[in-house]
């Protein structure tokens, strides 16, 4: 190839790498904003994950529990976006109440810090307990024995001898924590599982004189109900202050994605290991049954 030839190929080469675009950065920066908006869009206005941290809800969940928590069915409110950065605003937008019986996402009056609890009151009713006999109207609710469950003992739950004495057992199998459960059956016929260890006292919960629920409110209790800071509790003890305004639920629990025991690390080997396996897919909402 001749000198000349081969100069003008160089030079066209040279021009081929000049033509080439330069990267966009702004393009690139707004399609990541566009991307984020679109990720917390969907988390604060149809549906986002949600770690159970406390052992308020047990027995049906346990601390490690992932859940999937929808926004839409009750409407929206102050509360509904990611972050709860928005101030007080009454009211909610294409808004409805709860059902008995459901698990919903709940934030403090004056806090930002969301708890879950399960609907048991509705506007209108006169809530007690009475011995750790949840009364509605001065009806006590259905309750049945259902007798000693025994829960896997892990990282994530510990079975402590302050929280539930003589519950603790070693089996060959491993440990387990032994928990008396009881059946409970709302006046609309959903019901499910609670633990009760037994009458604990004015200071646990287990006493809570009667209150009427001021409309637009509903009454809030864990399913743990020796181990639940909830609506008998006021916002000083981190319970809920009573009755709870409709503008603060959240959204509602719907079913467990998956649920970790507590022993991952930053080793990737040690996260399969780490998966409680049979959690996966439970539904969050309360059986049916007949009601007379």
């Given at each position: 190839?001749?000198?000349?030839?081969?100069a003008?190929?160089?030079?066209?080469?040279?021009?081929?790498?000049?033509?080439?675009?330069?990267?966009d950065?702004?393009?690139?920066?707004?399609?990541?904003?566009?991307?984020?908006?679109?990720?917390?869009?969907?988390?604060?206005?149809?549906?986002?994950?949600?770690?159970?941290?406390?052992?308020?809800?047990?027995?049906?969940?346990?601390?490690?529990?992932?859940?999937?928590?929808?926004?839409?069915?009750?409407?929206?409110?102050?509360?509904?976006?990611?972050?709860?950065?928005m101030?007080?605003?009454?009211?909610r937008?294409?808004?409805?109440?709860?059902?008995?019986?459901?698990?919903?996402?709940?934030?403090?009056?004056?806090?930002?810090?969301?708890?879950?609890?399960?609907?048991?009151?509705?506007?209108?009713?006169?809530?007690?307990?009475?011995?750790?006999?949840?009364?509605?109207?001065?009806?006590?609710?259905?309750?049945?024995?259902?007798?000693?469950?025994?829960?896997?003992?892990?990282?994530?739950?510990?079975?402590?001898?302050?929280?539930?004495?003589?519950?603790?057992?070693?089996?060959?199998?491993?440990?387990?924590?032994?928990?008396?459960?009881?059946?409970?059956t709302?006046?609309?016929?959903?019901?499910?599982?609670?633990?009760?260890?037994?009458?604990?006292?004015?200071?646990?919960?287990?006493?809570?004189?009667?209150?009427?629920?001021?409309?637009?409110?509903?009454?809030?209790?864990?399913?743990?109900?020796?181990?639940?800071?909830?609506?008998?509790?006021?916002?000083?003890?981190?319970?809920?202050?009573?009755p709870?305004?409709?503008?603060?639920?959240?959204?509602?629990?719907?079913?467990?994605?998956?649920?970790?025991?507590?022993?991952?690390?930053?080793?990737?080997?040690?996260?399969?290991?780490?998966?409680?396996?049979?959690?996966?897919?439970?539904?969050?909402?309360?059986?049916?049954?007949?009601?007379?």
């Open positions: 190839m001749a000198a000349d030839d081969l003008a190929d160089e030079r066209s080469d040279t021009a081929r790498k000049d033509d080439k675009p330069a990267m950065w702004w393009a690139e920066a707004r399609g990541l904003l566009w991307l984020v908006l679109a990720v917390l869009g969907f988390h604060s206005f149809i549906a986002k994950p949600f770690y159970i941290p406390s052992e308020s809800m047990m027995p049906g969940l346990l601390v490690g529990d992932r859940l999937v928590v929808t926004k839409y069915p009750y409407g929206y409110s102050f509360v509904t976006p990611t972050f709860h950065l101030p007080y605003v009454p009211g937008l294409f808004g409805s109440l709860p059902e008995r019986g459901d698990v919903v996402i709940v934030t403090p009056p004056g806090q930002r810090t969301d708890y879950i609890k399960r609907v048991v009151g509705l506007p209108g009713e006169t809530i007690e307990v009475d011995g750790g006999q949840l009364l509605i109207d001065g009806v006590p609710v259905e309750r049945r024995a259902m007798g000693v469950r025994s829960v896997a003992v892990d990282a994530n739950t510990q079975c402590s001898a302050l929280q539930y004495p003589g519950a603790y057992q070693e089996r060959a199998d491993g440990a387990v924590c032994r928990l008396p459960i009881f059946r409970e709302l006046p609309n016929g959903r019901s499910y599982d609670t633990i009760d260890l037994g009458y604990r006292g004015e200071a646990s919960g287990d006493d809570y004189a009667p209150v009427l629920i001021p409309e637009g409110h509903v009454f809030l209790m864990g399913d743990n109900r020796d181990a639940s800071a909830d609506s008998r509790f006021s916002v000083a003890e981190r319970g809920l202050g009573g709870v305004p409709w503008e603060n639920i959240g959204g509602r629990a719907e079913f467990i994605t998956f649920s970790l025991d507590g022993t991952a690390t930053l080793n990737p080997l040690s996260w399969f290991s780490s998966f409680r396996s049979g959690r996966a897919g439970t539904s969050l909402a309360p059986d049916r049954e007949a009601v007379e």
